[in-house]
């Protein structure tokens, strides 16, 4: 019976510096091209390779927590504004839900807060073609963008019922 280890997946991988297919970094030549490789390019691939797949998978991490933050923030707003006297007859229930949902959201926007400039200091400017690497890239823009909004949306918010002299109470 084969047992699957992370010790035999640790075998690692890089794009071919001639034809650009995953080869073993074990190997001594591509097996597509027979390009000949030696070991300190391949060594130096490998890492570069690795660190394009992390710098991928947190990215799409951070592109998923964007969306869901917007989204959050949306029903927030949504529920107690919009939806709320339809969907529900007493204004606390409503109230509830929806500071929930506001409450989940800015959990996120403060993880993001930290991801965004950990993912860009850590990934920000590897010198990889990868194609991943590159949606990676711009999924962390857009999540940039998208907290950069929400957090101007939320000064914005602050000064205006500010000087319109609103307060939150969380009495009835």
């Known amino acids: 019976m084969n047992i699957i280890t992370p010790s035999t997946l640790s075998v690692g991988t890089f794009p071919c510096p001639n034809c650009r297919e995953l080869i073993n970094a ?27 797949m992390k ?7 951070i592109g998923h927590l964007s969306t ?14 919009y939806f709320g006297p339809f969907l529900w007859q007493t204004k606390q229930f409503r109230g509830i839900v929806s500071l929930l949902f506001f409450c989940i959201g800015t959990a996120i926007f403060i993880v993001s807060a930290f991801s965004l400039p950990t993912w860009y200091f ?26 950069l909004s ?23």
């Open 55 to 61: 710098a991928v998978d947190h990215g799409s991490s």
């Open 68 to 81: 869901v933050m917007s989204i959050l923030y949306g029903l927030s707003f949504a529920i107690y504004f």
């Open 122 to 147: 850590r990934y920000g400017k590897l010198a990889s073609l990868d194609g991943d690497y590159k949606r990676a890239k711009r999924k962390w823009l857009i999540a940039s963008v998208t907290w």
């Open 26 to 52: 074990e190997s001594d030549q591509c097996s597509y091209c027979s390009a000949r490789i030696e070991p300190g390019v391949a060594d130096a691939a490998t890492s570069l390779q690795e660190m394009t």
């Open 150 to 172: 929400i957090a101007v949306i939320f000064i914005v918010f602050a000064i205006v019922f500010r000087a319109l002299g609103f307060q939150i109470r969380f009495s009835t």
